[in-house]
């Protein structure tokens, strides 16, 4: 059969342009919730060398807005036309490894999912410029109009930009505040919930921006500065780091570092539950994909583990060259992504190895609960494959005081304590222990039940040949006088001052 070329055919082009009505309203649907919305903001300040930027959002009065004003280069006329057209950038070009934009969609899919007018003003080397967008007015004319303001010195929200840079300007807030049944009280007040979620956002996101004693970015929001916020907790003197590995790829380096967070009782309970996040330490383990680092991925293994309650104190920081984002398929909101397959086989293997040490950090503590050498109050049985535990009934408080019973009295009081091991809560164990762990504690002991703890153990340490001089270091090694040391301490040395 031969073979027919294009050129034998009669062929007639026509524009095919799509509705502007119906496609600018479906950019406002790229699932972009108000924190990733800012947080796309903020990425074009960045990459047009941003030092400063502030975030203001009026919610409560009669207009309300949300402006985003940084310091940065700045947009002539020209310039500023291209940024708003929708999709300004060719994804596969080459850019300059600041760029954190991808499609050239960022700034107007972002802005319309939270508003209906979308103002810029920017000013360069002295000159001011401004466009907007009005979704209803693309509606009501069905066609790409963008209008060019040309005394944007009238404007209300003139006076944000005060030097070179650009203010993105949010008005029509009816994505935060005017499509809710709630009445307008209630409206406001879940507008500053998301605010709220939105600043705990940008300063994870950005915190290697903010870092350090002379920062790259310095991020208002409202007037109050954001502080970072390492979900790896780098800089915790108690968080285990292995080395980096790195995987060489045609399009660049990826870089991997396992993280190990402190146990919550090496951190104090403000810091632990800021790291924990909404949803708990769980849900917050895994992956954290950093972009040019910015963080595009925070916790979840994407398939490679499941999420334990051992593994949660496990987060690997994985960064990758804005080179790879069609290999990782980095979507619009530089929100998500995908393993490449090269990099899945070995993260998989290195998961595998790492989250053994966050167990360890966990069972550890739990093998010293039951050293045999620290006299533990409990023992672990381990019979047909169960595990329990039952009380120590040679611990020397236990021993100590039978040693006083009668005869015919012992056997009771033993009798008493294996009831008190049987009859231990399980379930309920469990439940609490799987939903808020760090809020089950033991309870505080009685100074005179401490006082007979010590006196045992320290009496059957001298029995055993231990000199007084370690007595101190083996009662400070058991986890139960560990916890309350101070108070364990002085009756230790009240013990000792007795016996010299």
Same mark, same amino acid.
């Given at each position: 059969m031969e073979l027919v070329t294009d050129s034998e055919y009669q062929v007639r082009e026509i524009q095919a342009a799509p509705y502007a009505s119906s496609l600018i309203e479906g950019h406002r649907d790229f699932g972009y919730s108000l924190e990733t919305a800012l947080a796309d903001i903020v990425d074009n300040s960045i990459t047009a060398g941003a030092s400063e930027i502030r975030i203001t959002a009026i919610t409560s009065s009669d207009s309300p807005y949300i402006a985003i004003v940084d310091n940065g280069s700045g947009m002539a006329e020209a310039e500023l036309v291209e940024a708003m057209k929708l999709g300004a950038k060719n994804p596969t070009h080459a850019r300059l490894r600041k760029d954190l934009g991808r499609f050239g969609l960022g700034m107007k899919s972002a802005s319309f999912s939270q508003c209906r007018q979308l103002t810029v003003i920017s000013r360069k080397d002295g000159k001011d410029t401004c466009a907007r967008w009005d979704l209803d007015h693309v509606a009501s004319r069905n066609d790409w109009t963008l209008t060019i303001i040309d005394n944007p010195e009238k404007l209300t929200h003139y006076q944000l930009l005060t030097s070179n840079g650009s203010a993105v300007i949010w008005e029509k807030l009816d994505r935060l505040l005017g499509e809710t049944s709630l009445p307008q009280g209630k409206s406001i007040e879940h507008a500053n919930a998301e605010l709220v979620k939105a600043e705990r956002h940008l300063c994870q996101v950005f915190h290697r921006f903010l870092e350090g004693t002379k920062p790259r970015l310095s991020l208002y929001l409202n007037d109050r500065k954001l502080k970072p916020l390492d979900p790896l907790c780098s800089d915790h003197p108690a968080t285990q780091k292995d080395p980096e590995e790195v995987i060489p790829l045609n399009k660049g380096n990826v870089r991997i570092r396992c993280h190990t967070l402190p146990h919550h009782r090496k951190m104090d309970s403000d810091d632990w539950d800021e790291l924990a996040g909404p949803e708990g330490h769980v849900k917050s383990q895994g992956l954290y994909i950093y972009r040019e680092d910015r963080l595009i991925i925070a916790g979840g293994w994407l398939g490679l583990t499941k999420q334990t309650e051992l593994t949660k104190l496990c987060r690997i920081a994985i960064d990758i060259p804005n080179t790879m984002d069609s290999e990782w398929k980095i979507d619009v909101k530089k929100a998500s992504a995908q393993l490449p397959p090269q990099v899945r086989d070995r993260l998989k293997r290195i998961i595998e190895r790492f989250v053994g040490t966050s167990k360890r950090t966990y069972s550890a503590r739990g093998k010293k609960l039951v050293d045999e050498d620290l006299h533990p109050l409990w023992n672990r049985v381990i019979a047909n494959g169960q595990i329990s535990f039952k009380p120590n009934l040679v611990h020397p408080v236990f021993s100590s005081y039978a040693n006083q019973l009668p005869e015919d009295l012992k056997d009771?009081?033993?009798?008493?304590?294996?009831?008190?091991?049987?009859?231990?809560?399980?379930?309920?164990?469990?439940?609490?222990?799987?939903?808020?762990?760090?809020? @089950?504690?033991? *309870?505080?002991?009685?100074?005179? #039940?401490?006082?007979?703890?010590?006196?045992? /153990?320290?009496?059957?340490? &001298?029995?055993?040949?231990?000199?007084?001089?370690?007595?101190?270091? @083996?009662?400070? *090694?058991?986890?139960?006088?560990? #916890?309350?040391?101070?108070?364990?301490?002085? /009756?230790?040395?009240?013990? &000792?001052?007795?016996?010299?």
């Open positions: 009771g009081f033993y009798r008493c304590l294996r009831l008190v091991g049987s009859g231990l809560p399980i379930d309920t164990l469990h439940a609490e222990l799987v939903g808020n762990p760090e809020a @089950v504690v033991s *309870a505080e002991a009685e100074i005179e #039940d401490l006082r007979d703890l010590v006196y045992s /153990l320290a009496e059957t340490l &001298l029995k055993n040949g231990v000199s007084t001089d370690v007595i101190k270091n @083996v009662m400070q *090694a058991n986890p139960y006088l560990r #916890d309350r040391w101070e108070s364990a301490n002085e /009756l230790l040395l009240e013990f &000792l001052g007795k016996k010299s």
